[in-house]
Structures are given as C-alpha cells and as structure tokens.
C-alpha cells in the first residue's frame, strides 16, 4: 500500500518519483528522462504539500488543475499520480510499453488524475488560461498551475496566452518554467535566448517570482501562495538542473532522449536509494 504523498516528506516522495522514472524509461527503452527529473522536486511539493485533489474522486468539481505542457516528460506525471493514490504502482511497468495506455507523451486517455494530454510544445499554458478563466466565471477557488520547459518558451503561441492571462486577471493561474537552461540537443542561450527572462514576464503584467527548483521550502512557499497578486497570473521561474539526481545525467544533452540500460540503470538507481 503506497503511503499518501501528502503524508510523506517531499524528498522521499521525490526519491520514489525519480525511481519509478528510472524503471520505467528503462523498461520501456523510451526517452526524455532527464527531462523528468528536473521537475521531480517540483511535482512533489505540488502533489505532495500544495495542490488540493482527491485521488479518490479524480473529476471532483473543487480540484486544482495540473497540466504538464511539457508533454514528453509524462513519465513524471504518471510516476506522481501512482505515488499519489490515483492508482497502483505496479501500473507503472507498463510505460511505453505495446497496448499500455500510459504512453511516452502525457495522455488523459484512460488515466485518472490527467487533465490533458499534452504532446506538441506551446499548448499547455494556453489550455490552462481556459481552465482558469472558466473557474472565475464559474466564481470557482480551484487553482491551475502549468508547468512548461524553458525551450517551449520559443514558442509563440505561450506569449499569446501571457497576454490573455494577464489582460484577464487570471490569478488562478500559476505558470511554473522548468528553467534547466537546456533544450534538446544544445543550451537555451545556444539555441534561442530567453534572458532577461523574468523582465519579459514582468513587461507582460505577470507576478514573478525566481526560485531553486529543488529546495522544498522555497517551491512551498512560491506556489502555496497562488493567487498571490490580486488581479495577476503568477510565475515561477524554477531553476533547475537537467538530469537531477542522477551524477552522470545532470547537465548532460545526452539524456534528453537516451533510456538508460544496463551498467547505467544500476547505477541510477543506485543513487536515488533511500
């Protein structure tokens, strides 16, 4: 019987997310698992300390939404709902596996506790805005908070929906960048720069608010506070390293699409024991 993540420390939450990651991306000889672990910390303060769900009762009208725009990391998702209840671990083997409907893109298809499925970049946060929208026309208290990649951010589409959530007044809304500086196959300053990154958001009427993607508190007290600004989205620059928790991932392009096997896989899970 998996422990209710709310009832568990978010590191050691954190550890298991990690290491179904791990198994699964080796299993299933998929990819993207080092996009995973950069927002690992951050599902697990999420799931764990600040969002309100009832894995119980998935469609329950007062939950908060969650939406991974970030959609090829879903093994990190899927891996965060079995920890949190919405259903069994042993589930997770199937990943990526022929006829699983836990496939290598977050689908919602069939999986409890997934509100979209997220697959071409620039779409999530977009998707969210309609959510929260929908929740202050409803006079509804859910919150939606959107985690997206730093590399999405070249993606036009995501400054059309920071206009509409700020022109709205959507301080439901809580946009969480994954900021590991590293997309693909090269750097985010390499491929096209973001900085000044926070002045943009801030240029966009948004709250922003710069954080370390792995310290706990910090996370906590960034998205336990939504709305934060009266009458403006929220922003969290979470800076994170690409690959963390495993020495040989962290910071290293090869693992955005390698599985890690063999002599590599002991070694990862080596690293994330307890």
């Known amino acids: ?116 499925s997220t697959g071409s970049l620039g779409h999530g946060l977009s998707v969210g805005c309609g959510m929260a929208l929908a929740a202050k026309k409803a006079k509804r208290t859910n919150r939606v908070f959107v985690v997206l990649s730093d590399g999405e951010c070249d993606e036009g589409s995501n400054w059309e929906a920071i206009l509409f959530a700020s022109h709205h007044k959507l301080d439901n809304l809580v946009a969480i960048i994954d900021y590991n500086k590293l997309q693909s196959i090269g750097s985010i300053e390499d491929t096209l720069g973001l900085e000044p990154f926070a002045d943009k958001w801030t240029s966009f009427k948004w709250n922003v608010v710069e954080a370390d993607g792995h310290d706990y508190d910090a996370l906590e007290a960034a998205l336990s506070k939504a709305p934060a600004v009266a009458g403006k989205p929220t922003v969290v620059l979470a800076h994170t390293t690409k690959g963390k928790g495993v020495s040989f991932m962290e910071n290293n392009v090869k693992w955005h699409y390698y599985p890690p096997k063999g002599a590599e896989f002991e070694q990862a899970m080596k690293e994330l024991e307890g």
Request: hydrophobic residues 40%; proline residues 3%.
């Open 1 to 116: 019987m998996t422990t209710p993540a709310r009832d568990r420390k978010p590191a050691d939450l954190a550890r298991a997310i990690r290491r179904n990651v791990i198994r699964m991306i080796n299993l299933g000889s998929s990819a993207h698992v080092a996009s995973c672990l950069s927002i690992a910390d951050i599902m697990a303060v999420l799931y764990g300390r600040v969002m309100n769900y009832d894995a119980t009762n998935p469609k329950w009208e007062g939950r908060d939404r969650f939406i991974l725009s970030k959609g090829h990391a879903g093994a990190v998702v899927y891996s965060t709902l079995a920890e949190s209840g919405f259903f069994a671990t042993e589930k997770l083997n199937t990943h990526y596996q022929d006829g699983s409907d836990l496939s290598g893109h977050v689908s919602h298809k069939g999986i409890p506790g997934v509100e979209l």
